[in-house]
């Protein structure tokens, strides 16, 4: 198993120090356009190793040599947010990194799984898809892993109990018109509107919508990247295992839930051919009203885009 990590930034570099420290790999290769940053991330993580007893090779470079025949491909390059700025902000500029990016992956790695990181999460899927040519199973985004954690760990927070007994999902783009569904998150299968009022659950949905902005607010400069990084190395572990896990993803859609053309959030299952099954849920009308509203947010952004 090879993996390449595009971007050797907060995200990047924190990715690749969780595939290794979990040995989700026997190679993992740091890409960053900054030279010898991914080579002095790398080695720094490679002399790790010894002292973690994780037998897995690491290797930077700013080329794309190295990273050929990689069995999957995480892509987290591109700018990050700062304050006041929304994802919608990040697509012009980041659009053009992730196609270049793509570009060269996929020319050494025909064969590859893409994860996309980057933001605006949904646009960008969007354009790996599209410039790699890959099939809708093989390009797939980060989001809705992420966003749940988030609304799990507000949950645990406001009932003082262990984020292990929460479930939460979370739906749509990765953005202010997600869909957090608190029908279907529950703590130790009990559901959360049954454990506190509407007001408590109508204000952890919106700071869930909030949580990136959150920590934007609270950095100053750069964005979230330990819950990130730990969410796509989840995906990545259901994949290399082949552990077929239910898990909400940035997907493809064709007709499921109706919607069709655009990348949204929606449950899938991840193994290793990458996704295997879109999971369709029923959705009372609110919830089906509110995903359409978040799907057509993101076909409108995917509408500007100049590829």
């Known amino acids: 198993m090879k993996i390449t990590v595009i971007g050797a930034g907060n995200v990047g570099a924190t990715t690749a120090q969780r595939l290794v420290d979990k040995q989700l790999a026997n ?6 356009v900054i030279e010898g940053i991914p080579q002095g991330k790398a080695l720094d993580l490679y002399e790790a190793t010894p002292v973690e007893k994780t037998d897995v090779k690491v290797v930077g ?8 025949n990689s069995d999957i491909v995480i892509i987290t390059a591109g700018i990050a947010r700062k304050p006041g700025m929304s994802r ?21 790695s025909p064969q590859a799984l893409v994860i996309v990181v980057s933001n605006p999460l949904d646009v960008m899927a969007f ?11 093989r390009v797939f ?5 992420l966003d749940a954690a988030r609304f799990r760990t507000f949950i645990a927070m406001e009932l003082n109990v262990s984020v292990e007994d929460v479930n939460a999902l979370v739906l749509g783009g990765h953005g202010d018109s997600m869909v957090p569904l608190p029908r279907y998150s529950t703590v130790a299968g009990i559901p959360i509107t049954e454990m506190m009022d509407q007001a408590a ?10 949580g990136g902005a959150e920590i934007v607010n609270h950095l100053k400069s750069g964005s979230a990247y330990y819950a990130p990084s730990a969410s796509v190395v989840l995906m990545v572990e259901s994949i290399v295992k082949d552990k077929k896990r239910i898990l909400p993803c940035a997907a493809y859609l064709q007709g499921e839930y109706g919607l069709r053309d655009t990348f949204v959030g929606v449950p899938v299952k991840l193994g290793r051919s990458g996704i295997e099954q879109i999971i369709q849920i029923k959705l009372n009308d609110q919830e089906q009203a509110a995903l359409n509203r978040s799907a057509d947010d993101v076909k409108q952004a995917i509408g500007k885009l100049k590829l």
Request: charged letters at 35%; one cysteine or more.
């Open 88 to 108: 919608d902000d990040l697509m012009n500029t980041n659009s053009g990194i992730v196609k270049a990016c793509t570009e060269a992956a996929v020319a050494k």
């Open 127 to 137: 354009v790996a898809m599209k410039v790699s040519g890959f099939d809708r199973r």
């Open 27 to 32: 190679e993992v290769v740091l890409v960053d």
């Open 201 to 210: 659950v109508d204000r952890l949905v919106k700071r869930t919508r909030d």
């Open 61 to 68: 470079s700013n080329r794309y040599d190295e990273t050929a």
């Open 141 to 145: 985004g980060m989001a809705g892993v």
